[in-house]
């Protein structure tokens, strides 16, 4: 037995040298130790591996839930949008209109598709430099009562329900329509982020349009446009994984940066308000008195005061600067010293 397991052991030594040698295997052994001291160096101290780049958290969870309550910039954006396709649509068709932001809700792109009717006016668009593509669907009844309108026809409350296709003219005042959206939505997204939307492709039949995967999750912004006795819709449909890469700049509610939509009156008016005279005022000081201490005052008394160091200049009650009282050439004056409010 004793050679036997001599004669295993020397086998087994010279099988591993055929394979790897000593300073091999002690260069892995060296390789994995370091790697696992870095990782645990750059772990502990917070900072990033050279070469790695930054790796932040991701709740995949997060995709399936309304986007609507957490970005409400978003909702300013698209707010905004509303007010500018509703003057698109009363100079396009010149009719009187209200477009009313309804809901925002995520959906499946499978499934977005089996809530849309036959024949709906289905348009994919790019945002670009926003990655992927998004949808901008009218519905039958909003291209309809358009064209209707377009031409000098009354609108509907009810449309023919049972077309499977759009006429020449119907085509004709979609694809209008879908300028002024891509043009309202580049105005109402340039304070925001700077966006180009440029149409790819139409689709009439929802069981045609598959240019996306079917489980892409949707953020479908649903807009009422409502006429007088009739209304349709018209739905932006944006992937989430587009909105992702926004998602920080797009939670907040208020924007820092100038915007350029001021006006051409904007200058004149603001010359014409530095030019304007407003009322400077200051308490020198102040005292307390009683109701009855006051009744009893009589001409040559003397009320003491209260009097401190430095007075507020007021412009029109609103405190803007703090300085000191005296005289300057015969006349009461006040020294300023520091900006009390600062715009």
Known sequence: MADSDSTTDTGTNTNTEEVLTQEEIDALLTSVEEDENNGQTAEDSGTI?????????????????????????????????????????????????????????????????????????????????????????FDNNLI???????????????????????????????????????????????????????AKQTEINPDFAQLMNPSEQLLVSRFDIIFE??????????????????????????????????????????????????NLSSTLGTAQLTLGEILRLDTGDIIPMDVKDTVTLYAEGVPIFEGEYGAFNDKNAIKIRNKKYRP
């Open 49 to 137: 591996v050279p070469g790695i780049g930054h790796v932040r958290s991701f709740d995949f969870s997060r995709q399936s839930q309304s986007l609507s309550s957490g970005l409400p910039l978003l909702n300013v954006i698209h707010e905004r949008f509303a007010l500018h396709f509703c003057e698109s649509i009363f100079n396009t068709l010149r009719c009187s209109n209200n477009v009313k932001l309804v809901d925002a809700r995520g959906a499946p792109f499978i499934d977005y598709l089996h809530t849309l009717e036959l024949p709906s006016h289905i348009n994919f668009i790019h945002l670009s430099p926003m990655k992927g593509i998004a949808l901008a669907v």
């Open 144 to 198: 309809t009562n358009a064209t209707s309108s377009f031409f000098g026809g009354s609108m509907k409350k009810e449309v023919i329900a049972d077309k499977s296709d759009f006429t020449p003219a119907e085509m004709r005042i979609a694809n209008m329509l879908l300028q002024k959206v891509m043009s309202d939505l580049q105005v109402s997204w340039k304070a925001d982020i700077e966006i180009h939307p440029a």
């Open 229 to 278: 006795g009739t209304q349709g819709v018209f739905e932006l449909a944006m992937p989430m994984a587009m909105i992702e890469p926004y998602r920080d700049q797009l939670s907040v509610t208020y924007q820092s940066e100038k915007r350029d939509d001021q006006g051409a009156w904007a200058p004149v008016i603001i010359d014409e308000l530095k030019t304007t005279n407003v």
